[in-house]
């Protein structure tokens, strides 16, 4: 009778999978899925850690080294591997959303939360490709949970595993280490309860120590080979250039934006019965309700603030507007009214309907197409084996997929690095009888003030050789965004 509990939370884990295999996508739709397929099978290969970008995210590789290394047993290849991870962690993650919620709340809040996260279409769209979103958001639920059975039961084995979650958290993917914020809220609340004052809660050293070794050895082992190679200053730099530079500033122009995208993550419906629901959960919960907030608002302001947002960074900070819209909805069914009831399980079905059917389609044409894959292997047909590309973004596919020699674009468009660049590579290249390329992408994006454009107009000629499909996977994995890039062929002026 005792595992009876654990049959709602299996169900749901199978039913997310299920719904995210369905849908997975064909091919390393983003470029952090091609990378992290790539560094994994490297990881493999040589039995060295082999970070992922320049902010490294440790824990990801490894997970998504195991993934390749038990799937291919299985015959898959290293892509669905990887894409399949994410599936498979987006699923557990529902199902510890339900756990968390059922501790707070009800069970029925629970499930109820624990279908709207399932099918918002932000969370859905990233478990069908292998990203570190659903990963950091499991253990980031898994972190608040284990701390709530900790305030609950007392045994330092959750305080413990907390620690160790919220580490595998931010290994995973750093920036989510703001989940501290109600995980911390949560601990010092327990401990205020436990030595009924600040003083103890202050001076129980025996906690504070065990809560802090397990968050931060885990942490420092993953990133030491990082430390050791290239120094702590490099990986501050990188997540600050990345995720910091506009963190401290408040910018209604950002803070726009992330709405906006917020509405998209959440649909409507939902965004609109989350506001009732966090009302009620103000005036008849308000412990629930404080770490709602320590919760959401660190995160969404942080993400909101990034110079490279997009809708799969709110999700983690919008899961308590989730947990308000199903408690509203909760609320709703515990009248004996028929009316109510039906109109509680009207808006649930209306909210679950309106998020499948604006983002089904989308993951329906990835699972069924992987554009950026057919983009680069049509270059590759068209420029001959012995040409050169330069491209920014999309230069990993098209070296993988293409096998093509790529020459990365400068970012910064500094104009000492660009005249480096054209008199450096360029003209070398052409010089030395070259054929030279460019793609669209590479002579438009990171350059709002066409620096390299210009520059490149003064002293080439650009002639267009052909149009592809391409999708563009940069700013919204919410959106379908197809379009035919071009492909330019570089020329002397003279």
């Keep these: 009778m005792r595992n009876k509990k654990f049959i709602i939370p299996i169900l749901l884990f199978i039913l997310s999978l299920a719904l995210r295999i369905s849908l997975l996508s064909k091919g390393p739709y983003h470029t952090d899925a091609l990378e992290l397929a790539i560094k994994s099978r490297l990881t493999i ?22 993934s390749e290394l038990l799937l291919s047993l299985f015959g898959l290849t290293d892509f669905t591997a990887v894409n399949l ?42 478990s069908t490709f292998a990203i570190n979103h659903p990963a950091s958001i499991f253990f980031a639920l898994s972190s608040i949970y284990f701390m709530l059975l900790f305030s609950k039961k007392m045994l330092d084995k959750y305080l413990i595993l907390s620690g160790i979650s919220l580490s595998l958290c931010a290994s995973t993917r750093l920036p989510d280490i703001l989940i501290i914020c109600p995980v911390l ?53 990188t997540n600050r250039n990345i995720n910091l530079g506009k963190f401290l500033w408040f910018k209604p122009r950002n803070i726009l934006m992330a709405l ?49 947002l997009e809708p799969r960074f709110l999700i983690i900070s919008l899961i308590p507007l989730i947990i308000a819209a199903a408690y509203f909805i909760d609320k709703l069914t515990i009248y004996k009214k028929l009316i109510l009831n039906f109109v509680a399980y009207v808006f649930l079905l209306l909210a679950v309907f309106e998020m499948l059917l604006f983002i089904l389609p989308i993951l329906n044409f990835r699972h069924n197409h992987s554009l950026i894959v057919d983009f680069a292997k049509n270059i590759a047909k068209e420029i ?25 674009r400068p970012v910064s468009c500094d104009e000492q690095e660009l005249k480096a660049f054209l008199k450096g590579i360029v003209d070398k290249n052409l010089q030395e009888g070259r054929r030279l390329f460019i793609i669209e992408t590479a002579l438009e994006v990171y350059d ?16 267009l050789v052909g149009e592809y499909l391409n999708e563009d996977w940069h700013h919204d994995n919410c959106r379908l965004s197809i379009f035919k890039e071009k492909l330019f062929e570089i020329i002397p002026a003279k």
């Design 45 to 66: 290969s040589t039995l060295k850690l082999h970070y992922q970008h320049g902010a490294g995210y440790p824990f990801n590789v490894v997970l998504g080294s195991i």
């Design 85 to 126: 991870m994410s599936a498979i962690f987006g699923s557990l993650a529902v199902m510890m959303l339900f756990l968390v919620c059922k501790e707070i709340l009800s069970k029925k809040t629970a499930l109820i939360s624990s279908i709207l996260f399932s099918v918002s279409p932000a969370f859905l769209s990233v």
């Design 185 to 237: 809220y949560i601990y010092i609340s327990t401990l205020l309860k436990i030595w009924n004052g600040w003083h103890g809660a202050i001076t129980d050293f025996k906690h504070h120590w065990k809560f802090s070794l397990s968050a931060g050895l885990p942490l420092i082992i993953f990133y030491m080979p990082m430390i050791m190679l290239k120094g702590l200053k490099s990986i501050i730099e």
């Design 448 to 463: 709002d003030d066409k620096k390299f454009r210009k520059a490149l107009f003064r002293q080439y000629k650009l002639k």
């Design 384 to 408: 001959g084996p012995k040409a050169k590309v330069i491209a920014i973004d999309e230069a990993l596919f098209l070296r993988y997929f293409g096998n093509i020699d790529v020459i990365a």
């Design 260 to 308: 906006k995208f917020s509405l998209r993550t959440l649909a409507p419906i939902t965004a609109m019965l989350s506001i009732p629901g966090l009302s009620l959960l103000t005036r008849e919960r308000r412990w629930i309700s404080i770490i709602l907030i320590f919760w959401s608002l660190p995160l969404f302001y942080f993400y909101a603030n990034t110079s490279t």
